[in-house]
């Protein structure tokens, strides 16, 4: 019986030790795969954050501002830009020069330089015959908008005068704006930022907008952001390409107003194309990315149909104003409440102002006609809403 007690107490250890065996490899086998998966998950994380930092210092890297001498062929020869001559009373450089055959392609890149393609003027042209080319037909030498006069009592606006109805059919056959959604509540603010505008300007009206929630469009030509404009050494101004790149970040839009602010209707086809080619080029290289641009505003609003058909053809809509006053030179400034008054009057339903960003008073009045504008009901977008 002793015997038979032992034997039964070594079968039952034998018969533990086997299935401690069997439970203790099952437990190997679930280990194993969990310890892999918790190994390649620590790499990805790591691998990840490393990207991560690599992407942030490229992103903080200071790009070259040193920017290539434009030397492109016209039609008799080949000339440097900084060996051509100022036309005689013009403080600005028009180029004689034609669109060059090598285009940027494909998207931006920081560390290559690539940018957005652009149509060459082999793309473009010739322009269809018919097609007026001088600018008396829509300008008469610069833009008026037609007037619209505000009762501040009563809020009634009274049309006193427009453009005709040819005109307005012209500028909507090519996509071209004056005013916008004019049979809604609705305004649109515009700042060009050429002449003596600086970032400081810019960053001010931003600061404006930001405190009121408010988005506009800024007209960009090259004597803003780019210093020895057009010539040997050009470079870019580094405040300024930072005040442009605040503009995308902070929700409003950006805009081309020329490379070298010629009176773009008498330019040659070519010339045209080159103007806004350059400028769209320049801006990129300022932002350090592929921005695509798609308004323009011609300098003094000097527009012929030849330009608003090449500008369609490129990708841009012309948009030009329904308002503004003559704020444009920094010495001769209007009285901040004279001016506030004006801005007031001049609102009506789709109304676009064309306001200047080196304009002092307008930097004063901004946020108080902003507070009006919306007092009265109004909308106030961004030029693509």
Same mark, same amino acid.
């Given at each position: 019986?002793?015997?038979?007690?032992?034997?039964?107490?070594?079968?039952?250890?034998?018969?533990?030790?086997?299935?401690?065996?069997?439970?203790?490899?099952?437990?190997?086998?679930?280990?194993?795969?969990?310890?892999?998966?918790?190994?390649?998950?620590?790499?990805?994380?790591?691998?990840?954050?490393?990207?991560?930092?690599?992407?942030?210092?490229?992103?903080?890297?200071?790009?070259?501002? @040193? %920017? $290539?001498?434009? &030397? #492109? *062929?016209?039609?008799?020869? !080949?000339?440097?830009? =900084?060996? +051509? @001559? %100022? $036309?005689?009373? &013009? #403080? *600005?450089?028009?180029?004689? !020069?034609?669109?060059? =055959?090598? +285009?940027?392609?494909?998207?931006?890149?920081?560390?290559?330089?690539?940018? !957005?393609?652009?149509?060459?003027?082999?793309?473009?042209?010739?322009?269809?015959?018919?097609?007026?080319?001088?600018?008396?037909?829509?300008?008469?030498?610069?833009?008026?908008?037609?007037?619209?006069?505000?009762?501040?009592?009563?809020?009634?606006?009274?049309?006193?005068?427009?453009?005709?109805?040819?005109?307005?059919?012209?500028?909507?056959?090519?996509?071209?704006?004056?005013?916008?959604?004019?049979?809604?509540?609705?305004?649109?603010?515009?700042?060009?930022?050429?002449?003596?505008?600086?970032?400081?300007?810019?960053?001010?009206?931003?600061?404006?907008?930001?405190?009121?929630?408010?988005?506009?469009?800024?007209?960009?030509?090259?004597?803003?952001?780019?210093?020895?404009?057009?010539?040997?050494?050009?470079?870019?101004?580094?405040?300024?390409?930072?005040?442009?790149?605040?503009?995308?970040?902070?929700?409003?839009?950006?805009?081309?107003?020329?490379?070298?602010?010629?009176?773009?209707?008498?330019?040659?086809?070519?010339?045209?194309?080159?103007?806004?080619?350059?400028?769209?080029?320049?801006?990129?290289?300022?932002?350090?990315?592929?921005?695509?641009?798609?308004?323009?505003?011609?300098?003094?609003?000097?527009?012929?149909?030849?330009?608003?058909?090449?500008?369609?053809?490129?990708?841009?809509?012309?948009?030009?104003?329904?308002?503004?006053?003559?704020?444009?030179?920094?010495?001769?400034?209007?009285?901040?409440?004279?001016?506030?008054?004006?801005?007031?009057?001049?609102?009506?339903?789709?109304?676009?102002?064309?306001?200047?960003?080196?304009?002092?008073?307008?930097?004063?009045?901004?946020?108080?006609?902003?507070?009006?504008?919306?007092?009265?009901?109004?909308?106030?977008?961004?030029?693509?809403?």
């Amino acid at each position: 019986m002793a015997e038979e007690n032992k034997q039964f107490r070594t079968s039952n250890q034998s018969r533990k030790k086997v299935k401690r065996k069997r439970t203790g490899g099952l437990w190997l086998l679930l280990l194993i795969p969990l310890i892999l998966v918790l190994g390649i998950a620590l790499g990805l994380t790591v691998r990840y954050l490393l990207d991560l930092q690599a992407s942030r210092k490229e992103t903080q890297a200071v790009p070259d501002t @040193t %920017l $290539p001498v434009i &030397s #492109t *062929e016209n039609s008799n020869n !080949t000339m440097p830009v =900084e060996s +051509q @001559t %100022l $036309p005689e009373g &013009s #403080t *600005e450089l028009p180029p004689e !020069t034609k669109e060059s =055959e090598t +285009q940027e392609s494909s998207t931006a890149q920081e560390a290559n330089g690539q940018f !957005t393609p652009l149509k060459t003027a082999e793309e473009l042209l010739p322009v269809p015959e018919g097609i007026v080319r001088d600018g008396d037909e829509i300008s008469k030498g610069g833009w008026y908008g037609g007037k619209f006069t505000r009762d501040l009592a009563t809020g009634q606006v009274v049309c006193e005068w427009d453009r005709s109805a040819e005109i307005k059919n012209m500028l909507t056959k090519y996509g071209a704006i004056y005013h916008k959604n004019e049979d809604q509540k609705v305004c649109y603010l515009t700042f060009d930022c050429g002449g003596t505008s600086s970032a400081a300007n810019v960053n001010e009206i931003l600061d404006i907008l930001k405190k009121k929630d408010v988005k506009a469009v800024f007209f960009i030509p090259g004597d803003f952001f780019l210093k020895n404009l057009n010539r040997d050494g050009e470079t870019i101004d580094q405040e300024c390409a930072a005040a442009m790149r605040r503009i995308l970040q902070e929700g409003h839009v950006i805009g081309s107003h020329t490379y070298t602010h010629p009176q773009m209707p008498k330019l040659s086809d070519e010339d045209f194309i080159w103007q806004l080619n350059t400028q769209h080029q320049r801006i990129e290289s300022a932002l350090g990315f592929a921005y695509p641009i798609s308004y323009y505003r011609p300098p003094e609003g000097a527009v012929s149909e030849r330009d608003l058909y090449l500008a369609q053809k490129m990708g841009y809509h012309v948009t030009l104003w329904s308002y503004a006053y003559m704020d444009w030179n920094p010495s001769n400034q209007m009285e901040v409440g004279e001016a506030l008054t004006k801005a007031k009057v001049g609102l009506h339903d789709g109304c676009v102002y064309l306001l200047h960003a080196l304009s002092s008073t307008n930097r004063a009045m901004l946020g108080d006609l902003i507070d009006y504008m919306k007092s009265e009901g109004y909308d106030i977008r961004r030029i693509d809403r």
